[in-house]
């Protein structure tokens, strides 16, 4: 699967996982005509190749009333990055962080309870003398993290 395209049973069966990750592998292969072990073995490759990375529950901090989750944009002095990165890393409530290619330099998700301290953590971060600048957004709604319209093709 090393550089191979997906085909229609690997597809299907991300597509199925991403509904409900809980399916199991023989109504997958139900589901595409095939065997309960031609799944299970697909699935396995799957991981292997890292395609998947396994299996996991989302919860929505907002319903269980743990504050909201906010994806913070950093820019660093450039030769710095691995230095920020690593600092904020080790902050509280931090759920990603990454390097990236863009309008930033590295983004950081956070689950944040108020907006108190919201501001304290983008102030922290604006605090290390090899960041330039900060900004914050909120996310509003469920962030969809297995995006449905992923296109494989």
Do not use: W
Not at 2 to 25: G, P
Not at 40 to 62: A, Q, W
Not at 122 to 144: H, R, T, W, Y
């Amino acid at each position: 699967m090393e550089n191979k395209k997906l085909d229609e049973i690997d597809i299907a069966i991300i597509r199925t996982l991403q509904k409900d990750v809980r399916t199991s592998f023989k109504e997958i292969a139900n589901q595409c005509n095939t065997s309960t072990d031609t799944i299970k073995n697909r699935y396995k490759k799957l991981i292997k190749n890292e395609v998947i990375y396994g299996s996991t529950i989302v919860i929505d901090p907002k319903r269980i009333d743990k504050g909201n989750l906010v994806i913070i944009g950093i820019n660093v002095v450039q030769q710095y990055s691995d230095s920020v990165l690593k600092m904020i890393q080790k902050m509280k409530g931090l759920c990603v962080v990454t390097k990236s290619i863009g309008q930033y330099d590295i983004e950081a998700i956070f689950l944040l309870e108020n907006i108190e301290l919201i501001g304290s953590t983008k102030d922290k971060i604006e605090d290390f003398p090899q960041v330039k600048s900060a900004d914050i957004g909120i996310f509003v709604d469920k962030p969809l993290l297995c995006p449905k319209n992923f296109e494989f093709r």
